[in-house]
């Protein structure tokens, strides 16, 4: 049997050896595709749950030390697509991208600054925790167990037109301490340090938002009483998540 042609001593053929040599992508070009896939995933997510409709809500993720990538203005998160996503840096100039960032970007990057642990933002408007938030009604009496676990109390951010730097303004007294805020006759921003833990908090406050309405229809609740409060937050402490 003849030997195949070899080329030099590494044993490839001559015709191996004239083949190109492989160009990867850059990390940050797979994290961005990477990114822009969970985006259209927990879009969908937000519209398949009622929590937006039309074109209502924005998502963001951080995806370096100085930009975020934003779902874009005026789609809706039904029919979004990974193509749609716009790089935006901290300071608010985009970056790349064939569509307008989300108007409320602002919000987003307030966050991200004072809170640099956060690599998501959601914003949605799910009905019933956004009636709390038009009826000027924070979620902050300890109700529901769940809530004390998982993000303590929900404070409400007072009015200001969405979009606009009063907006981000409103929500910085809240931002450090809070994953989660109702925006007066607005909606909810919610946070964490992943794009799912974001969008499970704003579920979170949904479902909680839920159980105190039903509490309010019924004309009782019953308040946990301190000393059950910091068991509880004794056990989230102990905890890296609770389930």
């Given at each position: 049997m003849k030997a195949p042609a070899r080329n030099g001593s590494n044993g490839r053929s001559s015709n191996e050896a004239r083949l190109p040599a492989r160009n990867p992508r850059p990390q940050s070009e797979i994290d961005q595709n990477r990114s822009s896939v969970n985006l259209v995933f927990f879009g969908k997510l937000l519209h398949q749950?009622?929590?937006?409709?039309?074109?209502?809500?924005?998502?963001?993720?951080r995806v370096g030390p100085e930009c975020v990538l934003v779902t874009p203005s005026?789609?809706?998160?039904?029919?979004?697509?990974?193509?749609?996503m716009v790089l935006v840096s901290l300071d608010g100039k985009k970056l790349a991208g064939s569509r307008e960032p989300s108007s409320?970007?602002?919000m987003h990057l307030k966050i991200y600054k004072l809170r640099p642990d956060i690599t998501a933002v959601v914003h949605a408007h799910p009905c019933i925790s956004t009636g709390f938030a038009s009826a000027g009604i924070g979620l902050i009496e300890p109700v529901c167990s769940e809530l004390v676990l998982t993000l303590g109390k929900v404070p409400l951010a007072p009015y200001a037109l969405p979009g606009s730097d009063e907006l981000a303004k409103a929500l910085e007294p809240f931002i450090p301490d809070?994953?989660?805020?109702l925006m007066q006759?607005?909606?909810v921003v919610a946070y964490g340090e992943t794009l799912e833990r974001a969008y499970m908090n704003m579920e979170t406050v949904e479902h909680c938002a839920r159980i105190i309405l039903v509490t309010k229809l019924l004309g009782q609740s019953t308040i946990l009483v301190d000393h059950e409060v910091k068991r509880l937050l004794h056990l989230t402490a102990h905890q890296s998540e609770f389930q």
């Amino acid at each position: 049997m003849k030997a195949p042609a070899r080329n030099g001593s590494n044993g490839r053929s001559s015709n191996e050896a004239r083949l190109p040599a492989r160009n990867p992508r850059p990390q940050s070009e797979i994290d961005q595709n990477r990114s822009s896939v969970n985006l259209v995933f927990f879009g969908k997510l937000l519209h398949q749950r009622g929590y937006v409709s039309g074109t209502d809500g924005n998502l963001s993720v951080r995806v370096g030390p100085e930009c975020v990538l934003v779902t874009p203005s005026g789609v809706s998160k039904r029919f979004m697509r990974s193509g749609d996503m716009v790089l935006v840096s901290l300071d608010g100039k985009k970056l790349a991208g064939s569509r307008e960032p989300s108007s409320e970007i602002g919000m987003h990057l307030k966050i991200y600054k004072l809170r640099p642990d956060i690599t998501a933002v959601v914003h949605a408007h799910p009905c019933i925790s956004t009636g709390f938030a038009s009826a000027g009604i924070g979620l902050i009496e300890p109700v529901c167990s769940e809530l004390v676990l998982t993000l303590g109390k929900v404070p409400l951010a007072p009015y200001a037109l969405p979009g606009s730097d009063e907006l981000a303004k409103a929500l910085e007294p809240f931002i450090p301490d809070h994953n989660a805020i109702l925006m007066q006759n607005h909606g909810v921003v919610a946070y964490g340090e992943t794009l799912e833990r974001a969008y499970m908090n704003m579920e979170t406050v949904e479902h909680c938002a839920r159980i105190i309405l039903v509490t309010k229809l019924l004309g009782q609740s019953t308040i946990l009483v301190d000393h059950e409060v910091k068991r509880l937050l004794h056990l989230t402490a102990h905890q890296s998540e609770f389930q």
